[in-house]
């Protein structure tokens, strides 16, 4: 998954549901405030309208108060006679500067205590009253305190007459006293006017009916919004289950994996903690696919997905990377990175074993590698920073790079990645990545080492081995390079090349008329699998024109155990067309006797292998190499001793009749002028 398409889906995940969660918060608020707003408007109005018409009669309660005085009334007398006027219907309360009241009527007084400052319209100055005002114990109420069915429940009773509901309409239901005070035109005493705001039953409807309809109104929206958002996250929920959703396995997928490792690796409190990604490898899927069929194909893969979730803990995960493959993110307990290594290991290693019993009656492998994560230190030494960095996809591809190195089932070897591993790997990108230019370059250099004969003394033949002078890298030695030929099939091209190489030179000596020596060349196995082998060959030398018997082929001897009849094939054409054919390496690995009995070969090239090691080890190598010469000189075969490197092993090889040594003892592989010289000298 490339990091770009994972961004977007990511941010498609994030996206959906924040902004529905949000707006219907913020409606919801919203709504609230307007609805309490409205209500508290609409209450004033009605409040508004009931206080001005009380200001109004208590303006008229001062003007008669103000006229009496006019006509030469003390305040207590004006009081007092304005008193019979209004007697009844409001009380009155007089108070000088002080406070002090001068003329009160009605059995309660204002408090001055508790003074009230509104605006409806204008603005009113107000006193509760000691009485009544916020004491409904009294059987005065506040709005809050009246239960609603006091004022609606008997409107469904059924009412007869209309004139009883305009009655029941009426009823007052809150009754508030409180003090207006009015402008008084002597500055010296203040009026106060008590009056009463009272609510009737039908008021109360009303601020209730349209509370319920301002509601309503606005959760019809709020409704919708909240539905919206519930599905919206529902969608979700779905989305990211599709998105994260491995449809193979029915388990979590890449994509979740890696954001998921990421998320636990960068966690500041696991920085002290180590991980390893682990890449396991079921072998062979593509065959268990087509033998067992594509659906117990997909089965396994869903077993192996529930077994290794029920075997990840806390901090662990994993997901199919693609095909067979599993990725994991474990957690390793240890103190040292040894120790660490050696439980993850192990753990790895029990998982196998598990896994490999998943089906009974069938035999199927895993394979791992992996990558350890080391805890996480900043350069300064500190923790604080996040391990921001870690790349599950780059970690993943080490842990498989690991696993690839792994290639024997048996040996359940469980291989760690390392710096070298990544060396190797990217010296072998190099080499395939150069080779064809190095070959067009003429950067592969014939070097010869000389075969003596131990009997004569004399140089009586060579090998051609190869030299890689890279432009780049300088002198590189086959084995750094000829196996990845091997695997890539590019040493074809170069055994061709090496073959017209010393065909040419044969053909160059001839005309120069130097001393003809023959010349070894290396045939890779895998050259043997190509049809008309022996032609192709013949076709390269005969290009040159030298004679066919100066040039000899080593077959190295694993290539006995591919296919035998194509090489004896091979081996007979050749040498019908008079090439010498060698058995390279004999001994070096399992060697077959057989091989020697089917195939007609001239020359058998002893390992160096068979002198190596210890005292006793030699000895015994020794009376193998004596009987290996007897076999070979009766079956009419020449022999080469190759890596002789002491006198000892040269005076043996030569009791024992041994036709040829190629070694160090006598000369290493070198550049073809040296090698001309050497010729030279020795004739
Ligand atoms: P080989 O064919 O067995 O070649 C002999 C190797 O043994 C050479 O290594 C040679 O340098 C080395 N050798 C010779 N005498 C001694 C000795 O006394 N002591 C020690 N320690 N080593 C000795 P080299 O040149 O590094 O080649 C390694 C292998 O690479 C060859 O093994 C051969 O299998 C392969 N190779 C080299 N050139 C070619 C080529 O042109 N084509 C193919 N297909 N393979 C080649
Ligand atoms: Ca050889
Ligand atoms: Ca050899």
């Known amino acids: 998954m490339s990091g770009v ?23 919801a608020v919203a709504c609230l405030a307007t609805f309490a707003v409205f209500l508290y408007l609409f209450v004033m109005c009605i409040m508004g309208t009931k206080v001005v018409g009380h200001y109004e009669d208590a303006q008229r309660v001062s003007g008669i108060l103000s006229a009496l005085m006019d006509g030469g009334d003390t305040v207590e007398e004006a009081a007092e006679e304005m008193h019979d006027y209004i007697l009844g219907n409001q009380d009155i309360c007089v108070v000088d500067r002080n406070r002090n009241i001068v003329f009160l009527t009605g059995d309660s007084e204002p408090d001055f205590t508790r003074k009230l400052q509104f605006k409806v319209g204008r603005e009113f100055t107000a006193v509760a009253d000691s009485k009544s005002f916020l004491a409904p114990d009294e059987g005065m ?65 009303y601020v209730y009916l349209f509370g319920f309809g301002v509601m309503a109104l606005l959760l019809i929206p709020m409704v919708l919004l909240f539905v919206n958002t519930i599905r919206t996250a529902v969608l979700q929920r779905r989305m990211s289950r599709l998105i994260y959703l491995d449809t193979v396995t029915g388990g979590r997928n890449w994509l979740f994996f890696q954001n998921y490792a990421h998320r636990i690796l960068s966690r500041i409190r696991n920085n002290k903690k180590a991980f390893a990604l682990v890449n396991l490898h079921l072998e062979r899927y593509q065959n268990y696919r ?16 529930g077994f290794l979730n029920a075997r990840v803990g806390k901090n662990e995960s994993f997901a199919r990377y693609e095909g067979a493959d599993f990725g994991m993110l474990l957690a390793c307990t240890g103190e040292s990175e040894k120790e660490r290594q050696e439980n993850c290991r192990k753990r790895v290693r029990s998982l196998l074993a598990e896994l490999t019993g998943l089906r009974p009656n069938q035999k199927i492998h895993f394979h791992a590698g992996i990558d350890m994560i080391p805890p996480y230190v900043d350069k300064d030494g500190k923790w604080y920073h996040r391990r921001k960095d870690a790349d599950v996809e780059q970690l993943y591809t080490y842990a498989n790079a690991a696993r690839l190195e792994s290639d024997t089932v048996e040996e359940q070897r469980i291989p760690f990645f390392d710096q070298d591993m990544l060396g190797r790997q990217k010296w072998e990108r190099w080499v395939e990545d150069t080779m064809e230019t190095a070959l067009h370059n003429g950067e592969f250099q014939v070097y ?26 300088g002198m ?43 010349i070894s060349v290396n045939v890779s196995r895998a050259h043997f699998a190509q049809e008309g082998l022996a032609e192709h060959i013949c076709g390269l030398v005969d290009a040159y024109g030298p004679d066919h018997g100066l040039i000899e082929l080593e077959v190295t001897e694993s290539a006995f155990f591919d296919d035998k009849d ?24 399992y060697s077959s006797l057989n091989s020697l009995k089917d195939i007609p070969l001239d020359v058998l090239k002893l390992d160096g292998e068979f002198f190596q090691g210890d005292e006793e080890g030699a000895k015994r190598g020794e009376i193998v190499v004596r009987e290996a010469i007897r076999l070979a000189r009766d079956l009419d075969m020449c022999v080469v001793a190759e890596g002789i490197e002491k006198k000892e092993q040269v005076d043996f090889l030569t009791r024992q009749g041994c036709d040829m040594i190629q070694g160090f003892y006598y000369a290493k592989p070198m550049p073809v002028e040296e090698f001309e010289k050497k010729v030279e000298e020795d004739a």
Do not use: N
Not at 15 to 22: C, L, T
Not at 484 to 513: C, H, N, P
């Open 476 to 518: 590189i030695t086959p084995s750094h390079f000829i196996p990845i030929f091997e695997r890539t099939g590019f040493i074809t091209q170069l055994d061709d090349y090496m073959i017209s190489k010393v065909a040419k030179m044969q053909a160059e000596w001839m005309i120069q008329g130097r001393k003809m020596i023959p």
């Open 141 to 205: 109420r506040t709005i809050q305190s009246i239960p609603v069915k006091d004022i609606v429940g008997s409107v469904f009773d059924p009412m007869d007459e209309k004139e009883t509901r305009t009655q029941w309409l009426g009823e007052t239901v809150i009754r508030q006293d409180y003090w207006l005070r009015v402008p008084f035109r002597d500055e010296t005493y203040a009026l106060y006017v008590k009056s009463s705001l009272q609510a009737q039953r039908q008021d109360i409807i």
């Open 566 to 589: 194509i090489l004896i094939e091979t081996v007979k054409q050749l040498k019908a067309y008079g090439f010498r054919v060698s058995m390279d390496d004999f001994g070096a690995g």
């Open 290 to 305: 087509a033998c067992y069929g594509v659906k117990a194909g997909d089965e396994l893969l869903e077993a192996m997905s």
């Open 448 to 473: 010869l080492q000389p075969k003596y004969s131990p009997a004569s003394g004399k140089l009586v033949g060579a090998e051609a081995l190869v030299r890689w002078v890279s432009l780049s890298t």
């Open 5 to 27: 398409r994972e961004k977007k889906l990511g941010s498609l995940y994030r996206r959906r549901v924040w902004p529905s969660v949000f707006a219907l918060i913020f409606f």
